[in-house]
C-alpha cells in the first residue's frame, strides 16, 4: 500500500469521527419580532410504544421542552402545532396538586410572557404536550413545532428528539 493512500485513509477516518455530533447540536433556534426560541427537544418515546388502536385506548403523549426568549412587550404564547402526521394536537396543560389529587388541564388564552423576561417549559406546571402520537419518538427525529404568539405572530422550530436533558440541544 502507498503511504499516501494509508493516510488518506486516515484522515477520512479522522474527519468522519469528529463531523458525527449529537442530534440535539443541529437543532435551529428562532425567532420572530422580540421573541426567540431556544432548545426545543422532546425526550424519546419508551421501548414498547403502540400506536392508538381504538378510541378506548389513551392518547400516547410526548412533553416538549424549550425555551421562550422575551426582549420585548409582554406577549402571549395561544397556539402550538405540529405536522398532523407526528400527533394529533399539541396542547398548553398546566399541571397541579389540589388536595393531594393531580388535576391536569388545558390552558384556555395560552400563556402570558412577561416582557423583557425568559420562561423554560415545562416551568411551575405549565407543559407542551404532543396528544395521539402517531409514531414512537426516535432519536436524532426532527419535526416542525409551530409556536403562535398573540403580538408576534408566528414561529416554527426545527424539534429534536433526543434521548435524556443531557442530550438536549
Do not use: C
Not at 424549550?66 to 412587550?73: E, H, K, S, V, Y
Not at 388535576?103 to 407542551?128: F, K, N, S, W, Y
Not at 426516535?138 to 424539534?159: C, N, Q, S
Amino acid at each position: 500500500m502507498h503511504p499516501l493512500d494509508q493516510m488518506t485513509r486516515f484522515l477520512l477516518l479522522l474527519v468522519a469521527i469528529f463531523s458525527v455530533t449529537s442530534p440535539a447540536a443541529h437543532a435551529k433556534n428562532a425567532s420572530v419580532g422580540q421573541i426567540a426560541v431556544q432548545h426545543a427537544w422532546a425526550p424519546a418515546t419508551p421501548d414498547g410504544f403502540q400506536p392508538k388502536r381504538s378510541e378506548w385506548d389513551p392518547d400516547l403523549l410526548g412533553e416538549v421542552y424549550l425555551t421562550i426568549a422575551n426582549a420585548g412587550a409582554e406577549d402571549r404564547l395561544v397556539v402550538v402545532a405540529t405536522d398532523p402526521g407526528i400527533a394529533d394536537s399539541v396542547e398548553l396543560r398546566r399541571h397541579k396538586v389540589d388536595h393531594g389529587v393531580m388535576q391536569i388541564d388545558a390552558i384556555d388564552g395560552g400563556i402570558v410572557l412577561p416582557g423583557g423576561q425568559t420562561l423554560d417549559l415545562p416551568h411551575e406546571g405549565i407543559h407542551v404536550i404532543l396528544t395521539g402520537l402517531k409514531a414512537p419518538l426516535e432519536i436524532g427525529e426532527h419535526m416542525p413545532l409551530t409556536l403562535t404568539f398573540e403580538k408576534a405572530g408566528r414561529l416554527t422550530v426545527d424539534l429534536v428528539v433526543a434521548a435524556s436533558s443531557a442530550d438536549r440541544p
